[in-house]
């Protein structure tokens, strides 16, 4: 919505005092393009949908998704040039894993829309950061608003930091101000279940490395 609603044009405009009228992008009819389709990557179809949106789907398991009603197509990892194509909005939630790592690289970004908007809460290392740059310069795609980064705390010297058309935060998405009661609830509710011999939630597949 950011970057739909022009957010920082208003913003100047208001800071100007400067009453002046622009269209804005409507997001109904669009494409989001989901690289990563586990929990996080469903909760954002989920709130994408009744926007009007057509979800496609990337997963490695694409058979996991086919009765997703939430999601128009769910494709394999081997057609990320394909959700490139077709994403107005592309919203990376990858596990970072020696296979993932820099999974999104220069030519990838170059098969992207122009009017593109690239969203990265996953990890930053899934992304080719001096290609992600180039490709906001030199506008192969139109934005990008990102969470995550190779190098944290972003370096200071970093072009990121002077791009109009990124939209920063400090890796903070999920840093809810309860986030520390709900892990604390978790864990106590996991040590309940492990002592009952339960199945735990929120169990990490050490093999797949998530």
Request: glycine content about 6%.
């Amino acid at each position: 919505m950011h970057f739909a609603k022009h957010v920082p044009r208003l913003l100047q405009q208001q800071r100007e005092a400067r009453w002046e009228k622009f269209p804005v992008t409507e997001i109904r009819g669009k494409t989001l393009g989901i690289i990563g389709y586990g929990n996080i990557g469903q909760a954002v179809a989920r709130v994408a949908k009744p926007f009007g949106m057509k979800v496609v789907a990337l997963r490695k398991n694409p058979t996991f998704s086919h009765r997703d009603s939430n999601v128009d197509e769910v494709v394999g990892i081997d057609q990320l040039n394909y959700v490139m194509e077709q994403s107005d909005y592309l919203v990376v939630v990858l596990a970072l894993t020696p296979e993932t790592r820099l999974f999104i690289k220069e030519e990838n970004l170059r098969k992207a829309k122009k009017s593109q908007i690239l969203i990265n809460i996953g990890r930053g290392a899934l992304i080719d950061e001096d290609a992600l740059v180039q490709a906001l310069e030199e506008r192969w795609i139109a934005g990008a608003a990102l969470d995550v980064f190779t190098t944290e705390p972003l370096p200071q010297e970093s072009k990121l930091w002077g791009l109009e058309n990124v939209l920063l935060s400090p890796h903070n998405a999920d840093m809810l101000v309860d986030s520390r009661h709900k892990s604390v609830r978790l864990f106590v509710e996991n040590c309940k279940k492990f002592l009952a011999d339960e199945d735990l939630d929120c169990m990490v597949d050490k093999k797949a490395g998530y």
